[in-house]
């Protein structure tokens, strides 16, 4: 079983922030990394239940990261959302390929983002019962 804690992986300190408050308003406790072997580590560790993904970190990006949780039995199954400014349909089309779960433009919707992860992860959900 994961944990209740959503991990944030994301270089840009505002944005970490933007996120982190928004989400501890609706009552998520919040993991937080600014780089891809960071989180990497914190998702081991502590299993969260939802992973919010930059694509574009520095040194591995979001795309390797989520390649090696998959990889890996114990976080294979924890939901990773891509989060990027590349805002195109073959953008979207090409994260969703990559395996991630869904994905959110930037910048984000602070009114709509908690809603949103909550349909993630009763999604995941629902697929891991099925």
């Known amino acids: 079983m994961t944990g209740q804690a959503i991990l944030v992986i994301d270089d840009d ?3 970490r922030k933007l996120t982190r408050d928004v989400l501890s308003h609706a009552g998520h406790a919040i993991l937080e990394a600014s ?3 960071d989180g990497l580590a914190l998702a ?7 992973v919010l993904m930059d694509v574009q970190l520095p040194g591995m990006s979001g795309v390797e990261a989520l390649s090696r949780l998959r990889a890996d039995p114990a976080t294979a199954d924890i939901p990773v959302v891509a989060v990027t400014a590349f805002a195109m349909k073959e953008d979207r089309d090409r994260f969703l390929a990559a395996g991630f779960d869904a994905y959110l433009g930037k910048p984000l919707d602070v009114r709509e983002l ?3 992860l909550t349909a993630v992860v009763a999604a995941a959900e629902a697929g891991r019962r099925a």
């Open 35 to 37: 780089n891809a072997e």
């Open 13 to 15: 300190p505002y944005n």
């Open 114 to 116: 908690s809603g949103q």
């Open 44 to 50: 081991q560790a502590e299993r969260p239940r939802l």
